[in-house]
């Protein structure tokens, strides 16, 4: 079997999860093994013309060129996959929708702003077609394993679509609640083995909201604990701000 | 006799650099008409989103801003905060801090020593095909790189940005088990760091010098300051961390979507090779002695020995980290001081307004934070200076003395030239454009 061609490729982001993709260590050489790595600008010089079977795609679109960079890309890939929560939900790039975008240029580039263009920013299924999803800023090393087999065997892939307090219960963590404080694990997409939590961190949103949350048992958690909803709603946004985007969002010049 | 040469060189996005940059260079008969290293990042504005957010917040959001210096990221961003809020960190605490930072440290030198810098010096464009040829060195490299990132997951979580080091210290403390764990890796990292120095013995760096000023984080006592320290330079300048702008002093060029900076002279440089020719006399003795093998002595004015000051570093680094934790494993851990993340939301640490620095050595050089909080200890203003900001002047003036040097080369030798110069710098583009000219309103 000839193995299968894969390009790596990143937008507004960290580059954190393609680094994830180096802690494999030795096991990285079996994977190398499967498949054809051909393009992956942050650790190889080597460059691809054709098409591709697998596009790995970090980051979030954040302008014009980013925009028309991404539909190329999906012209030539046979399958793509949104790779960690900037390309997933948007993630902390997200933050940036909820001000003036003049007015968020102007604070940080001063006078010279206009030579920095930016848009709302987007995850990568509200520009382009997404086959597969790969949550978690950064993305849980072990989901990617089982992501890449499914996209290589051409099976579906289910995001976890139930809370992550399911696994942190299993984990046998204390309630972040229990501790007097706020957490988003409730609503939260599971995959992440609670990995926030188990460390002594707060779950911060990072792999989304379920697609059902539980609206009034997360309200009644808030009030027995007595959090203010608005307190709770700008620390989801940290992450899920994309969420609101509706199409043909707002644009600057 | 002149080179009539005239050249064109246009590389867009430079590979095995994290983040997006261009090379245009344009030499006309010979004489150099345009040497750049333009960013081409798109970005990110972190310092506008973090207004309005709870100072607590700020390691949390600024660690996303560069997933190779996460952890550095997180420490500049702690202490701060941690400034800001009139916060003084235990001793334990700022061991495990010295401890993190160590990690990265040698994570991230390791990363680009092995994969990003090697490939260059043997003459390949990968480590890819280094499977093949070098199996045994692309396996030492894949080993070392995942050791690192496993003593980082037992001490903070994860490597990646970091879960339990927030403000006011860690959320979870490492067991005695975990503090063997990490020690057992890391003694056990010693055969594969000492094959790394033969190795890098023998690669052959370009031969390369331009006088420059390099600035790096000093102090009084006998340690090589990475976490604490003033501000100095070779040039003899010493600031406190709270002046950084009167080191940095940023300015604005039409080609690049980041800031550049100077202090005494057109350009400065920080970095490992910063660090060494400032404080080289600290380094533990390991270290030391790679250094007089490699021959390398202060002031070392080759920007591509930068790699080999990382290789000396990573030594140091690693025997550091074997020392604190023998330390801890000695004293042992006060677990009195795990704390739980957003106490400070229910007023445990006291809350006030104030003005907030934080310097610290990451892989690539000195990184400011610095964040102005009201009496909610919410954010009113949020500025960070990168290293690779610091240094992109820098490397434009190497570039304009190495082109003139390199006429009688190929154009393909003088092209790789200098995309082996701009990976010396180990730069880390994602981060540094997120940085420009970022204004005080209230100033």
Redesign the interface.
């Known amino acids: 079997m000839k193995r299968p061609k894969v390009g790596f490729f990143d ?10 993709v ?5 096991e ?2 079996d994977i ?1 093994g499967a498949i054809d ?1 051909v393009e ?7 460059k691809w013309d054709g098409d591709f079977d697998v596009a790995i795609v970090e980051g979030s679109i ?2 014009k ?2 925009v028309e960079r991404i539909n190329r890309i999906r012209e030539r890939s046979k399958v793509l996959i949104a790779y960690g929560s900037c390309a997933t939900i948007g ?3 997200g ?2 929708n ?2 003036d975008l003049t007015d ?2 102007k ?6 702003y206009k ?2 263009h ?1 848009e709302m920013t987007k995850a990568l299924h509200q520009v382009v077609k997404v086959d597969y999803f790969v949550n978690g ?2 993305v849980y090393p072990p989901e990617l394993v089982k992501v890449l087999k499914a996209a290589l065997q051409g099976i579906p892939y289910y995001v976890p679509d139930y809370a992550v307090c399911v696994d942190c219960r299993l984990n046998e963590n204390v309630c ?1 609640y229990e ?4 957490c988003f694990g409730p609503v939260t997409r599971a995959g992440c083995n609670s ?2 939590v ?5 779950c ?1 949103g990072c792999r989304g909201i379920v697609s059902n949350p539980n609206e009034k048992g997360m309200k009644e958690v808030l009030t027995k604990y007595n959090i203010p909803i608005e307190f709770v709603l ?2 989801v946004n ?1 992450y899920n701000k994309c969420r609101e985007l509706v199409e043909g969002g707002e644009d600057d010049e | 006799m002149t080179n009539k040469k005239t050249l064109n060189i246009n590389v867009e ?1 430079i ?5 997006h940059g261009n090379i245009v260079v344009n030499v006309k008969d010979g004489s150099l008409e345009k040497c750049r290293l333009d960013i081409v990042e ?4 972190f ?3 973090l ?1 309005g ?1 709870s100072v607590f ?1 700020a390691q ?2 600024t660690s ?5 210096c ?1 952890c550095g990221h997180t420490l500049a961003s702690i202490q701060a905060a941690e400034d800001a809020l009139g916060f003084v960190p235990s001793e334990q605490t700022i061991k495990l801090r010295k401890l993190l930072l160590h990690y990265e440290t040698l994570d991230s030198h390791i ?1 680009h020593i092995y ?2 810098a090697a ?1 260059d010096l043997l003459g390949v ?4 095909p280094l ?1 093949e040829t070098h199996n045994k060195v ?2 030492r490299a ?2 070392m ?2 050791t690192c ?1 496993e003593v980082c997951e037992t001490l ?6 970091p ?2 080091a ?1 403000a006011g210290g ?3 403390l490492p067991r005695e088990k975990d503090l063997d764990d990490m020690l057992g890796k890391l003694e056990g990292m010693r055969p594969d760091m000492e094959a790394t120095v033969e190795l890098a013995l023998t690669l052959k760096f370009p031969d390369f010098e331009r006088d420059t000023e390099y600035v790096a984080l000093v102090s009084d006592d006998n340690e090589y300051p990475m976490l604490m320290g003033d501000v100095g330079s070779t040039d003899g300048v010493r600031m406190n961390k709270k002046d950084y702008r009167k080191i940095t002093n940023e300015f ?1 060029v ?1 080609h690049s ?1 980041a800031k550049h900076t100077k202090l005494s002279r057109e350009a400065y440089a920080v970095g490992a090779l910063a660090r060494f020719n400032l404080n080289s006399e600290k380094l533990h003795p390991k270290a030391k002695e790679v250094a007089t093998v490699a021959g390398l002595k202060p002031v070392c004015k080759n920007p591509f020995l930068n790699t080999a000051a990382q290789l000396i570093e990573s030594v140091h680094c690693l025997e550091e980290c074997i020392r604190i934790i023998t330390g801890l494993k000695n004293s042992g851990v006060n677990y009195n001081e ?1 704390i ?4 400070n ?2 007023g445990r640490i006291p809350v006030k307004a104030g003005n907030g620095a934080g310097a610290v050595e990451v892989p690539r050089g000195i990184l400011f934070h610095n964040y102005e909080i009201d009496d909610k200890g919410v954010i009113q203003n949020a500025n960070c200076i990168i290293p690779t900001n610091q240094n992109l002047n820098n490397i434009e003036y190497d570039m304009k003395k190495l082109v003139p040097e390199m006429l009688d080369k190929t154009e393909a030798e003088i092209t790789l030239g200098l995309e082996m110069l701009v990976r010396a710098y180990d730069p880390c583009i ?1 981060c540094s454009t997120h ?5 005080f ?1 209230n100033r």
Request: hydrophobic content about 40%.
């Open positions: 937008f507004a982001c960290c580059e954190g999860c393609q680094l994830q180096a802690n494999f260590g030795e990285l050489l190398l790595v992956f600008r942050e650790v190889m010089s080597e954040t302008d060129h980013a993630g902390v790039n933050m940036k909820a001000f968020i240029r604070y940080v580039y001063g006078s010279d030579f920095f930016t800023c950064p972040m501790k007097g404080v706020a990995w926030c188990n460390n002594g961190n707060i911060y700008n620390k940290m | 996005y590979t095995r650099v994290e983040g798109s970005p990110r504005f310092e506008g989103m207004r957010r917040e949390h959001i996303r801003i560069c997933g190779i996460s990363l994969l990003l490939p464009k990968s480590f890819v499977i692309v396996r894949l080993r790189k995942k990132n903070v979580g994860r490597h990646v940005h879960i339990s927030i860690f959320t979870k604005i039409p979507s795990e739980v993340v957003g106490l939301e229910q994602s940085f420009l000219n970022v204004k309103v």
